[in-house]
């Protein structure tokens, strides 16, 4: 029965939260960066990505994006996506699924309102820059 369910612990996996200088904008912008600190590659991975919570006293709730990459190598990271400043004040959520062998792992990473800021740095696996991480 439920006991009889092995759910695997993802561990080396993060999510990271940094800050990029980007040209369109000619401003430093917030993007969330899959980390993959393992000796072993993650495969089949999927990211699905939203923000909500109060706003205004008013509940906010945004689209769930998607991602997927093939592949994620040991000892690399990728870029999910953008991370709006206007979402910064809600629960940024980063519902990860991936296979490692022939083991399905899942892990939702969820950044508190507010907590995507210069005040949280520290330095992330694998890129070696100061950015807000997710163990």
């Given at each position: 029965?439920?006991?009889?369910?092995?759910?695997?612990?993802?561990?080396?996996?993060?999510?990271?939260a940094?800050?990029?200088?980007?040209?369109?904008f000619?401003?430093?912008?917030?993007?969330?960066?899959?980390?993959?600190?393992?000796?072993?590659k993650l495969?089949?991975?999927?990211?699905?990505?939203?923000?909500?919570?109060?706003?205004?006293?008013?509940?906010?709730?945004?689209?769930?994006?998607?991602?997927?990459?093939?592949?994620?190598?040991?000892?690399?990271?990728?870029?999910?996506?953008?991370?709006?400043?206007s979402?910064?004040?809600?629960?940024?959520?980063?519902m990860?699924?991936?296979?490692?062998?022939?083991t399905?792992?899942?892990?939702?990473?969820?950044?508190?309102?507010?907590?995507?800021?210069?005040?949280?740095?520290?330095?992330?696996?694998?890129?070696?820059?100061?950015?807000?991480?997710?163990?």
């Open positions: 029965m439920k006991k009889d369910i092995h759910i695997p612990k993802v561990e080396n996996v993060y999510v990271a940094m800050q990029e200088w980007n040209d369109d000619m401003e430093n912008t917030w993007y969330a960066y899959l980390v993959n600190d393992g000796a072993e495969e089949s991975v999927i990211v699905v990505s939203s923000a909500s919570g109060m706003l205004n006293g008013e509940e906010r709730r945004t689209s769930k994006l998607r991602h997927d990459f093939i592949e994620v190598l040991p000892n690399t990271a990728v870029r999910i996506e953008m991370i709006e400043n979402v910064l004040q809600l629960n940024n959520s980063f990860v699924t991936f296979f490692k062998g022939n399905l792992y899942d892990k939702n990473f969820v950044f508190k309102a507010n907590t995507i800021s210069a005040d949280n740095f520290q330095e992330i696996p694998v890129i070696y820059k100061d950015g807000v991480l997710l163990k």
